[in-house]
């Protein structure tokens, strides 16, 4: 019976370990019916009057009526309306695994229930938490470094800001594809707070919104994408660095330029303003407020972040497919993980994100689920136990051993040996010639001589 490499992660949300157990009873329930068509083949052919116990497996329709079940109990979820509803109220804490009564009656229910008129969405009172987080520890050690700077002080708050900084952007990420995240009575704090904490995590003021919003989803790695990876061999340390430069020393002057040459002069005067009134910012912070404050509350923030947003990036897009590289379910991938979906807010379903940058990142599992043909069709990939930084390092390592045994088989994936999958998945990192992106894109998108 084919069984997945490893055993689900503990600390997998709710919503993920039902997604991977509907995936690996059907890759089961693939691999049974091609062993037993096997042994029926046998049997016919064997005199021997020795009986085997018979392993009856999930019929199709079982399969179905249990995958339509985990979509119904997904939906329901999500719907304030439904007895089952269950808002996500910490990262690291699902509401049912809280059973301390008291503090569960006396802090954590009548918070959320406050909590579900601040936000946008019911589901998202974590964003109310991680806001409230923010504000009472990040601001303050920020502040407080600037009044009285100890080193001390400095290593435990880059410490603290490592560990906020990826949930964080995907709150940003959230934010920046629905233009906030509080309800309408909150307008202005949700306006206002990612001009605070933006430059504390580690990003510019708006140049997020218009890098990954205004630019990356509308060229969706393809060739005019500057984060593009398909001009790069991505298991190739060298190419990563020369990618990962190119964001870190150009991206104030790349971003503009681009807007500019797609006719959008308003973007491009606003992205530069915001990245370069931002460096103004620090240049000011630096030179005549605190060297010191400044160089660890803003500076390495900033510059762990920009090897962070690319290094993520890379991983995501690394694994392009050479037949159809500009179709959304064949250049990118979905991981089913606990850093990416526990921690920061579904990020791990990022083809369901550039299928729809609209959905909300509550609603990603049960969307895979309802489209989960489509992704077997379109030969999408799937992994878990994996995040997108660790896609990254086994690839520059080309440990594509480990890579394709978290790799979670669909269609006509199951059908492959290991080793083929590990072809298959070195296929994908391949760089795109000038020539093969004149010809998959079109001609205006390639450097041809």
């Not at 029926?40 to 339509?68: G, H, I, N, W």
């Not at 990954?212 to 060739?223: A, D, I, S, T």
């Not at 440990?399 to 269609?411: E, I």
């Not at 004149?438 to 390639?446: F, I, L, P, T, V």
């Amino acid at each position: 019976m084919g069984k997945l490499s490893f055993p689900f992660d503990a600390e997998l949300t709710g919503p993920d370990r039902l997604v991977l157990s509907v995936l690996q009873k059907q890759y089961e329930a693939y691999d049974v019916t091609v062993d037993t068509k096997a042994e029926e083949a046998a049997e016919e052919s064997d005199d021997s009057a020795t009986k085997l116990s018979e392993f009856v497996a999930p019929s199709p329709e079982d399969l179905q009526d249990q995958e339509q079940q985990a979509i119904t109990y997904l939906k329901n979820l999500n719907n304030p309306k439904s007895e089952s509803f269950e808002p996500t109220v910490f990262s690291a804490k699902d509401l049912p695994d809280i059973k301390d009564g008291f503090f569960r009656q006396s802090i954590v229910e009548p918070y959320t229930k406050w909590a579900r008129t601040v936000v946008r969405h019911e589901t998202d009172v974590v964003m109310v938490t991680h806001l409230l987080l923010y504000t009472c520890t990040t601001l303050p050690s920020a502040i407080y470094m600037f009044y009285n700077f100890h080193w001390w002080h400095a290593i435990i708050h880059g410490v603290l800001q490592g560990w906020y900084a990826g949930a964080y952007t995907l709150l940003r990420h959230q934010h920046i594809h629905a233009r906030g995240v509080l309800s309408k009575k909150y307008a202005l704090v949700d306006e206002l707070f990612p001009y605070v904490l933006d430059p504390l995590m580690g990003h510019t003021w708006n140049s997020y919104f218009y890098h990954h919003v205004k630019h990356h989803h509308v060229e969706g790695n393809g060739p005019n994408d500057l984060s593009s990876t398909v001009r790069y061999q991505r298991d190739d340390v060298w190419d990563f660095l020369q990618y990962v430069g190119r964001f870190y020393l150009l991206i104030w002057f790349d971003l503009p330029r681009y807007f500019l040459r797609t006719r959008k002069p308003v973007l491009a005067m606003k992205a530069a303003g915001c990245e370069l009134g931002n460096y103004a910012f620090l240049y000011f912070s630096f030179a005549y407020v605190n060297k010191s404050a400044t160089f660890f509350v803003f500076l390495v923030p900033l510059a762990l972040m920009r090897l962070a947003l690319m290094t993520g990036n890379w991983g995501q897009h690394a694994l392009v497919d050479e037949l159809e590289p500009d179709s959304d379910f064949r250049s990118s991938i979905t991981l089913i993980d606990v850093p990416s979906n526990r921690y920061c807010y579904n990020d791990g379903y990022h083809t369901s994100h550039h299928l729809n940058p609209l959905r909300h990142w509550r609603d990603h599992p049960v969307a895979f689920l309802s489209q989960k043909k489509q992704y077997s069709d379109e030969h999408a990939l799937v992994f878990y136990n994996i995040d997108y930084m660790m896609i990254t390092i086994n690839l520059l390592k080309k440990n594509y051993d480990h890579v394709a045994r978290c790799l979670v088989p669909m269609g006509e994936q199951m059908k492959m040996t290991h080793e083929e999958r590990v072809a298959m998945l070195k296929r994908k990192t391949r760089k795109f010639s000038e020539e093969e992106i004149a010809e998959k894109w079109g001609k205006q998108y390639a450097k041809l001589k």
